[in-house]
């Protein structure tokens, strides 16, 4: 059967990208990788403020196909930069990985991009950003918090501790009466502190069995989880960001907005491999990683 495109659904995208060309041009920006024509950080965020107000009506209206296209061309745009305004390896990195999605997918992947290439060219004079880590010393660990399935009328117990060696200890026993079974500690970070980083690597070990990193963000049901054996002894294990799959209460949606290092609030372990064993984790370090 001959597939008929609806005149309206394509010609507004179309619109679109005409009209973010048309804020290239009265923004002043150069297509030329001359460092002496670069766009202000000003310049940058206003275009990316136009692009999500054009693109966040489209995919509520139920056209996700052109929002991501708006966002697309916006990107595409940007990484025209050179220099301290614009990071060119994140925005080719959500392209690819948009190109490969769902376009329910793809536009939130763009969409990341752009609220991370917001932050960067917010920040005074493209300034580089404070490196991110914990160390467990004398309390740049965090403040670590205990969910455990009590919550759930589980009686499982687990939690966190600072050794004195200055390791941070993750330890507990799960216990599967009143259908519980899981374990977890939780520190929040700082707004942002993870932004542009492609995400988190860490000194472990522990006792072979299987644990996961999670990753949070206020206001949102769930975790980002990502699933690593603790080994027994030491080495360095990387959790990027953009394998961290959603997980709600246990279920797995099969369609949910990637995470990235902006949003995180949020970090954390999370234990629930129906093992009644004890268990215990050691984390030597954590901090964050660009590609």
Excluded: H
Excluded at 103 to 128: F, H, I, K, P
Excluded at 156 to 164: F, I
Excluded at 183 to 189: D, G, I, K, L, M
Excluded at 218 to 239: I, K
């Amino acid at each position: 059967m001959k597939r008929e495109f609806s005149t309206k659904g394509y010609f507004r995208p179309v619109l679109g990208v005409a009209f973010l060309v048309i804020c290239l041009s009265n923004a002043g920006i150069s297509t030329r990788a001359d460092a002496s024509d670069l766009a202000t950080n000003e310049s940058v965020r206003q275009l990316i403020e136009e692009s999500i107000r054009m693109g966040v009506p489209f995919y509520n209206g139920g056209q996700p196909e052109a929002c991501a296209a708006v966002y697309r061309t916006a990107l595409r745009s940007l990484e025209l930069f050179v220099g301290d305004s614009v990071d060119a390896q994140p925005i080719q990195r959500a392209l690819r990985t948009a190109a490969g999605q769902s376009v329910e997918e793809s536009a939130w992947t763009l969409r990341y991009a752009l609220d991370e290439a917001y932050a960067r060219a917010g920040r005074q004079g493209g300034a580089s950003m404070d490196a991110f880590a914990l160390d467990f010393s004398a309390g740049n660990g965090g403040a670590w918090y205990v969910v455990n399935d009590n919550v759930m009328g589980g009686v499982s117990r687990g939690g966190w501790m600072a050794s004195d060696d200055e390791i941070g200890v993750f330890a507990g026993r799960l216990s599967l009466r009143n259908n519980g079974g899981f374990s977890s500690v939780r520190t929040r970070v700082p707004s942002a502190a993870l932004a542009g980083y492609d995400g988190i690597e860490m000194r472990v070990r522990g006792d072979g069995r299987r644990y996961a990193m999670l990753a949070g963000i206020d206001n949102t049901q769930g975790s980002w989880q990502y699933a690593f054996t603790a080994p027994e002894e030491w080495e360095t294990v990387r959790v990027p960001f953009e394998q961290m799959a959603l997980s709600i209460r246990g279920w797995r949606p099969n369609t949910y907005p990637p995470i990235d290092g902006r949003r995180v609030e949020t970090l954390g372990f999370i234990i629930s491999d129906k093992d009644e064993r004890p268990f215990r984790m050691e984390i030597d370090w954590m901090r964050g990683y660009r590609e």
